[in-house]
């Protein structure tokens, strides 16, 4: 070990040199001393911005409402603001790779990292949407399977300890894994998928989705609610992940059902209100410091579901 002489060096990293040690444990601790932050995808409204509401009133830190479209996000700022909330604003396109980068760069120079992300933007077939339903897989699951996926990868290692994942799913996913064949649904409940064959699985529905041919290749008829059984069986996957590789770190992802609520998504139906629907993810993402459950699971009206066992005589209209 070199013992560095110079009183004012902070080069040489060595920790004997004491302006080094310093410099290097005064940064350390204004990063792990700094406030909390937690960051909702899609929360310019329904219920991203339910989700931001219930934070800003029961989170001890900063809340990141993200938007798409800068300029609206500031507006929905200014609405909360005047209820006397006091959310931060950040550009997130979540299908952007270089949106989601400038996002990490945010929160690693102004947090050293995340406490908690909700990923909440998803999106729904349009009613009376002329896209063909392979066009229609496609661009669902890009947005609700892959780019939420590249959110999880990309944030995993910037969350501190006892951070917190909450992707929104949907029941929809849940009912419909068992339309899917006995073979899909064996790979897809079963403990030792990888990512890598969930990501293979997920192509090979939108190819055989555009192929005309994915009944017959024992998928069910639901965009959305394959690019939902995807996001679940994908936080499965991260949690036993992290169970393995590093559960000193005590972080929980789990997915979750906000219920069926009215927002832009469900108009003009929907029996919850966006506060309503807020209740899982916001509880999920407000497990104290030490939880171990739930991990992995998913989550409706506060009560982990069973992942595998079929809810009997399900029937679903492609939907949220
Ligand atoms: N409503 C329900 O009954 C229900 C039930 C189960 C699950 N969910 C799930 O809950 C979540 C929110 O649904 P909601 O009902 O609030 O829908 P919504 O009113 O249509 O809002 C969707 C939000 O996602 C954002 N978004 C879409 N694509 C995005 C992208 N590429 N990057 C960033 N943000 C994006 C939208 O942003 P813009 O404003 O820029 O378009 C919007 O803020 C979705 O994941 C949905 O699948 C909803």
């Not at 929905?76 to 990490?104: F, M, N, Y």
């Not at 910037?158 to 649904?185: E, W």
């Not at 936080?235 to 590789?245: G, N």
């Amino acid at each position: 070990m070199i013992l560095c002489i110079n009183p004012y060096c902070v080069s040489c990293k060595d920790w004997w040199c004491a302006p080094y040690y310093i410099v290097t444990v005064y940064t350390l601790t204004l990063v792990m001393s700094g406030p909390q932050v937690v960051l909702v995808t899609g929360s310019t409204r329904g219920l991203g911005l339910a989700i931001v509401q219930a934070l800003c009133q029961g989170f001890k830190g900063d809340v990141y409402l993200s938007a798409r479209d800068v300029p609206r996000g500031a507006m929905v700022v200014e609405d909360l603001q005047r209820e006397g909330l006091k959310p931060k604003l950040l550009q997130l396109d979540i299908t952007d790779p270089v949106s989601i980068q400038a996002a990490r760069q945010h929160f690693m120079k102004e947090y050293g990292g995340l406490d908690v992300l909700i990923n909440n933007a998803g999106i729904a077939p349009k009613r009376g949407d002329p896209a063909s339903f392979g066009s229609q897989a496609e661009r669902i699951l890009q947005t609700n399977f892959f780019a939420t996926r590249d959110m999880c990868n990309e944030f995993l290692p910037l969350l501190k300890k006892d951070g917190r994942i909450v992707n929104v799913a949907s029941i929809v996913g849940y009912i419909t894994l068992y339309m899917c064949s006995p073979d899909l649904q064996a790979r897809l409940c079963s403990d030792d998928i990888t990512e890598e064959e969930l990501v293979a699985l997920m192509k090979r529905f939108v190819a055989e989705a555009k192929a005309g041919d994915h009944i017959n290749k024992g998928w069910p008829n639901s965009v959305y609610g394959v690019s939902k059984i995807g996001l679940m069986a994908l936080t499965r996957i991260q949690a036993r992940r992290l169970r393995r590789e590093m559960p000193q770190r005590g972080i929980l992802i789990n997915s979750c059902c906000p219920g069926w609520v009215k927002s832009d998504m469900t108009y003009p139906n929907g029996t919850k209100t966006p506060a309503e629907g807020a209740d899982t993810p916001v509880y999920l993402a407000l497990l104290p410091p030490a939880t171990l459950e739930p991990q992995g699971e998913f989550v409706v009206d506060r009560q982990v579901q069973v992942w595998a066992g079929s809810p009997t005589g399900a029937t679903i209209n492609e939907g949220p």
